[in-house]
């Protein structure tokens, strides 16, 4: 399928969503996660309109973000080794997988700009997922205020594969929640506004749980090279 038709299927899914719980499809943004594919499957998601791009390895996100640069904002979504941050600091415009004081470290001393990032929870618990616990978010939080080139937007996590609609209405709603508790607190470095939940089995059931970024990857790409 080319993209801007599985674009199409996916803003209409979007837009029902939405529908469903009195949101507006302007509060989405669509980060296209090009992983899977190459250079030229990557043009033709930038051809179709989107302006976000999502990379979970420091290879990959070197080679698109050398082929496209600033034609578009960059979001570092996987995790992310300590001594890789000086490679990609200067090129992300969002990290979404900010989990350890370590790491916070390594970006305020590697960067004089300010860098977006999102606090990776692990709401589910699950031992293969990466991220924090949730009830160390706060306190982390509160820590990372020290590296002041770090502004915390939002809140990162993925939900478990299953297909019990449930459960991941559940972990989507946690992390709304925990959200909300540290917005509520109004840090001058974590606004924490926003929230990078849903990929493409699941990013209808994350919006109506008040998801702001999506991390689409197959569903609009396809998954093979
Ligand atoms: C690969 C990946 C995605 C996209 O996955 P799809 O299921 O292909 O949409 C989203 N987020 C992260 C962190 C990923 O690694």
């Keep these: 399928m080319d993209v801007s038709t599985n674009l199409a299927e996916i803003n209409a899914i979007i837009e029902e969503s939405c529908q469903k719980v009195n949101r507006q499809p302007d509060e989405i943004t669509i ?6 594919v190459t250079i030229d499957r990557t043009k033709e998601v930038i051809d179709a309109g989107i302006v976000n791009l999502g990379e979970n390895r420091q290879e990959g996100f070197m080679e698109k973000y050398n082929s496209f640069k600033e034609q578009v904002n960059w979001h570092f979504i996987g995790s992310l080794q300590t001594r890789k941050v000086k490679d990609i600091i200067e090129k992300v415009d969002f990290i ?3 989990d350890r004081l370590s790491l916070a470290k390594e970006i305020n001393k590697r960067t004089t700009k300010t860098v977006g990032c999102f606090v990776q929870v692990n709401v589910s618990g699950e031992e293969s997922k990466h991220g924090l616990d949730p009830k160390n978010v706060l306190s982390f939080i509160e820590e990372v205020a020290v590296y002041t080139n770090i502004r915390i937007v939002g809140l990162m996590t993925m939900a ?3 297909d019990n609609k449930q459960l991941i209405h559940n972990v ?3 992390l709304r929640e925990l959200r909300d508790t540290v917005k509520a607190k109004q840090f001058n470095h974590a ?11 699941d990013f209808d059931i994350a919006i109506e749980e ?5 991390r689409i990857g197959s569903k609009l790409v396809g998954s093979n090279k």
């Design 31 to 36: 980060i296209a996660v090009t992983k899977y």
């Design 96 to 98: 979404h997988s900010l």
């Design 160 to 162: 478990p594969y299953t």
């Design 172 to 174: 989507f709603r946690e």
């Design 191 to 201: 606004p924490c506004e926003y929230l990078s939940m849903g990929m493409s089995n």
């Design 210 to 214: 008040g998801a702001t970024h999506i």
